[in-house]
C-alpha cells in the first residue's frame, strides 16, 4: 500500500536561506508525486507535480523537487525563501485513479 | 473565476444535530471528494464521487453521507455528529476521467466544523 511519510512537522528558516522539506514514499507500483501548499487559512493548492520523464520539477514561484526512484524520495526544495512562502507543505502520492494519500504535512516558518 | 465554495465556513455544533455541508464546483468537473484534516494526520479521504450518482467510500467514511444529484454540487452530511468529527473539511474537484490518474484537484477553502 502507498503511503507517504513527511519526517519533518515544522522547519523554522530565515528570509533569503535555502530550504529543504522531505518527504518519503513508499509503494510497490510506479507512482504519481504531488507538493501541495496550504497558505493560512486556505484551501490547499498545487504546487508541483511529477508524473514521468524529467525527475526535477519546477513550480512557478521557485521550488523544485526531484524523484529519486531509488531512494523513494520527492523532496522539496528552493534556493532562497521569501517571508511569503510561510505555509504548510503537503507531500502526496496517488493511490487508485485520482486518489492521493497525503503525508501529515510540514510546517515552513519563515522569519525577517 | 474557476472556484470550489463550501458552505459554512465555519459551524459550531452540538453532538447528534444533524448538518450539510455544502461543495459547489464551477469548472465542469466528473470528479469530487471530500477530506478531513486533522493535526498529525494530514488530509484523509472520507467520500469520493466519480460523477453523478456514482459515489463511493474513502478512508474514513464512518458517520458521513454524500450525494451527487448534481455535477456541480456535493454535500457532505452529518447525520448524528459526534466530538470526534471536530475537524478541517476540504471539498475538492478535478476532470476525472478527461483528466487521467494524476490530474490535478482544486480544493475548496474549507470548513472548521466544531460538534460540542
Known amino acids: 500500500a502507498q503511503s507517504v511519510t513527511q519526517l519533518d512537522s515544522q522547519v523554522p528558516v530565515f528570509e533569503e536561506a535555502p530550504v529543504e522539506l522531505r518527504c518519503n514514499y513508499s509503494s510497490s507500483v510506479s507512482v504519481y508525486l504531488f507538493w501541495y501548499v496550504q497558505y493560512p487559512n486556505q484551501g490547499l493548492q498545487l504546487l508541483l507535480k511529477y508524473l514521468s520523464g524529467s525527475t526535477l520539477v519546477k513550480s512557478i514561484n521557485g521550488f523544485e523537487a526531484e524523484f529519486n526512484k531509488s531512494q523513494t524520495s520527492f523532496h522539496l526544495r528552493k534556493p532562497s525563501v521569501h517571508i511569503s512562502d510561510t505555509a504548510e507543505y503537503f507531500c502526496?502520492?496517488?493511490?487508485?485513479?485520482?486518489?492521493?494519500?497525503f503525508g501529515t504535512g510540514t510546517r515552513l516558518l519563515v522569519s525577517p | 473565476e474557476a472556484q470550489v465554495t463550501q458552505n459554512p465556513r465555519y459551524l459550531i455544533t452540538v453532538t447528534g444535530k444533524k448538518l450539510t455541508v455544502t461543495c459547489s464546483q464551477n469548472m465542469n468537473h466528473e470528479y469530487m471528494s471530500w477530506y478531513r484534516q486533522d493535526p498529525g494526520l494530514g488530509l484523509r479521504q472520507i467520500y469520493y464521487?466519480?460523477?453523478?450518482?456514482?459515489?463511493d467510500k474513502g478512508d474514513v467514511p464512518e458517520g458521513y453521507k454524500v450525494s451527487r444529484k448534481e455535477k456541480r454540487n456535493f454535500p457532505l452530511i452529518l447525520e448524528s455528529p459526534s466530538p470526534n468529527q471536530t475537524s478541517l473539511y476540504f471539498c475538492a474537484s478535478s476532470l476525472g476521467l478527461a483528466g487521467g490518474q494524476a490530474d490535478t484537484q482544486y480544493f475548496g477553502p474549507g470548513t472548521r466544523l466544531t460538534v460540542l
Open positions: 502526496a502520492v496517488t493511490k487508485g485513479f485520482q486518489k492521493l494519500v
Open positions: 464521487s466519480m460523477n453523478v450518482e456514482a459515489t
